[in-house]
T-cell receptor, first 111, second 111 residues
Framework: GQSLEQPSEVTAVEGAIVQINCTYQ??????LSWYQQHDGGAPTFLSY????GLEETGRFSSFLSRSDSYGYLLLQELQMKDSASYFC????????????FGTGTRLLVSP | NAGVTQTPKFQVLKTGQSMTLQCAQD?????MYWYRQDPGMGLRLIYY???????DKGEVPNGYNVSRLNKREFSLRLESAAPSQTSVYFC??????????FGPGTRLLVL
């Protein structure tokens, strides 16, 4: 079966850098996605890695190593508004446009 | 553009009551999804629809039915609500290659 593992919680201070890791198990891999969800809000798409390497989008970067079945989300210059839950996701093994989500990492940014 | 809209935002039901959650999108996406999210949990897929006229079960379909009324609308029905169905329900659409857009959610409490 498929599974994704993320730390349940990460804490950091404003201005710092934090890395949220995700390891996955899946028989058919199409890429790793990241979503952000603020308390009471809906998940919003952050990034998608289909190939190995680093993808940068402003303060956020996402990395993928397919050989290690591992990826991470890197948040730089942390701001209070980055306090949220972050979910990694992979496509369902059947290959259709269904995503399987990890249980999420709660990031708490303190002053 | 409204994106993905859901109604109602909040609902309280008594055990055994029925209700329909509505979802509509104006992004012209073919695929639509219904997820549930329980406290501290990731998103679990209830049903999805690859295109108008087709629906299929996800990970947790028991107790739910869906209708893909047209390309824009995808509804979720609880025929006989149970306390275990207390959750936040999100509707989503999919844009290739791998981005899902979520509605604001419906918070359901079953007493």
């Amino acid at each position: 079966g498929q599974s994704l593992e993320q730390p349940s919680e990460v804490t950091a201070v404003e201005g710092a850098i934090v890395q949220i890791n995700c390891t996955y198990q899946t028989s058919g891999f199409y890429g790793l996605s990241w979503y952000q969800q603020h308390d009471g809000g809906a998940p919003t798409f952050l990034s998608y890695n289909a190939l190995d390497g680093l993808e940068e989008t402003g303060r956020f970067s996402s990395f993928l190593s397919r050989s290690d079945s591992y990826g991470y989300l890197l948040l730089q210059e942390l701001q209070m508004k980055d306090s949220a839950s972050y979910f990694c996701a992979v496509r369902d093994e059947a290959g259709f446009q269904k995503l399987v989500f990890g249980t999420g990492t709660r990031l708490l940014v303190s002053p | 553009n409204a994106g993905v809209t859901q109604t109602p935002k909040f609902q309280v039901l008594k055990t055994g009551q029925s209700m329909t959650l509505q979802c509509a999108q104006d992004m012209n996406h073919n695929s639509m999804y219904w997820y549930r999210q329980d406290p501290g949990m990731g998103l679990r897929l209830i049903y999805y629809s690859a295109s108008e006229g087709t629906t299929d079960k996800g990970e947790v379909p028991n107790g739910y039915n869906v209708s893909r009324l047209n390309k824009r609308e995808f509804s979720l029905r609880l025929e006989s609500a149970a306390p275990s169905q207390t959750s936040v329900y999100f509707c989503a659409t999919h844009r290739v290659p791998e981005t899902q857009y979520f509605g604001p959610g419906t918070r359901l409490l079953v007493l």
